[in-house]
């Protein structure tokens, strides 16, 4: 018997970039990726005015009839949709079954308890929170409503990371030796106004925040993930911060993790003003040859399996080219909420708390190990 379809009535809280991005892929046809079982729709509509919030649900309804994210239009995933000029009445809206929060960082914390509050499932932009007592107070409070909850990593649910990991994890490029993962690209930060929250202390700006979890998440599926790690948390041997020289945030960053269980190190590296290469953004070296994913990490469609010259078993390059669907990528982490929300299920088994506490408490130990304007700061927890 084929499952049900489960529909998910969201409320988007904020109307950014990474809220509409995040909004067209709702609107995407499930059908065209073989989600059967799932529908999305858009029920409400949170910001800090009702203009803003019926500004930003003008231009859904107004999609060009030519791209993928119509066909949610036109086929009444945004019908009855209310535009509200705070977020707590997404909050109490009983048309809302789940919260998506693209507030900036400083914000995931008490969005999300609202969220929970509220009695609304929530899947809270990356990174989860500002530190980990900011997290652990969400997950507690998610146990006690009975509340689904997830860290939005979506490129944890693109095809490309499944077909990385099964490559990797089956051996047939022999053990892994060593790995590292860059997510730099040159913002020019210098033409941005102080408010940027890519600089901007009072946002929780620094690119360790920012771009740090693009690293990271290939980290944890190829490296935590591997069978012969048997989901050991790796240690931070070390790492070290720059400052950017206008608000004293991480402007690049560099860590190196040590994964015992594997003999492997893995070196991780952010940066927003100097470009990432466009062939390397991630490589895992193994015995037989190495796996390489071109630019960006966040979305990558193309990866390459290099022989060692006239050492291991593999003895051409190839080049793959993962499969891709309409829309931007972010509906498959959406499609994955809804699954776990209609099997009773309080986290994601793909994306578990546990594993986004690992990573924050990294991002933690490096913050306060660097010298940045944020060393000492703490999150809003208690």
């Known amino acids: 018997m084929s499952p049900s379809v489960q529909t998910i009535r969201w409320g988007i809280i904020s109307t950014g970039g990474i809220s509409t991005a995040f909004s067209r892929d709702l609107l995407v046809n499930p059908a065209t990726r073989d989600a059967n079982d799932i529908e999305h729709r ?12 019926q500004a930003f649900l003008d231009k859904l309804n107004d999609l060009p009839q030519d791209e993928a994210c119509r066909w949610g239009v036109d086929h009444g995933k945004l019908k009855d949709c209310k535009a509200y000029g705070s977020y707590q009445e ?12 693209g507030t900036p960082h400083n914000f995931h914390y008490e969005n999300t308890k609202g969220g929970l509050q509220g009695g609304k499932h929530v899947l809270c932009e990356k990174p989860f929170t500002f530190d980990l007592k900011e997290l652990d107070e969400l997950i507690a409070l998610a146990k006690e409503k009975k509340r689904f909850l997830m860290e939005a990593v979506w490129t944890r649910f693109q095809p490309i990371a499944y077909e990385v990991q099964q490559i990797v994890h089956s051996g047939k490029l022999g053990k892994v030796k ?29 690119g360790i925040l920012d771009l740090g979890p693009y690293p990271s998440v290939w980290t944890m599926m190829v490296l935590y993930h591997h069978p012969d790690n048997k989901k050991t948390p790796p240690k931070l041997l070390q790492s070290r911060q720059t400052l950017y020289h206008r608000t004293n945030v991480d402007e690049q960053t560099t860590l190196t993790l040590g994964f015992e269980a594997l003999n492997v190190e893995a070196d991780l590296r952010t940066s927003f003003t100097c470009q990432g290469l466009a062939g390397n953004c991630v ?3 193994c015995e037989e040859g190495d796996l390489i994913i071109d630019f960006p990490p966040y979305k990558p469609t193309t ?21 891709t669907h309409p829309g931007g990528a972010m509906h498959y982490e959406a499609d994955e909420v809804a ?44």
Not at 90 to 101: E, H, R
Not at 350 to 377: C, H, Y
């Open 42 to 53: 858009i029920t409400a509509i949170g910001s800090r005015t009702k203009e803003s919030a």
């Open 90 to 101: 997404v909050y109490d809206d009983p048309n809302v079954d789940c919260l998506y929060i």
């Open 178 to 206: 060593r790995f590292s993962a860059d997510f730099s690209t040159d913002m020019k930060p210098d033409n941005f106004p102080l408010s940027h929250r890519i600089i901007a202390p009072e946002l929780a700006g620094g």
């Open 283 to 285: 490589a895992v070296q």
């Open 303 to 323: 990866y390459h399996v290099v022989p060692h010259a006239d050492v291991g078993k593999i003895k051409e390059a190839k080049t793959y080219h993962a499969k």
């Open 339 to 382: 699954r776990c929300v209609r099997d009773g299920k309080l986290e994601s088994e793909r994306m578990p708390w546990e594993e986004s506490r690992i990573v924050q408490s990294w991002f933690d130990d490096v913050r306060r190990a660097g010298n940045t304007v944020l060393k000492d700061r703490h999150g809003k927890a208690g």
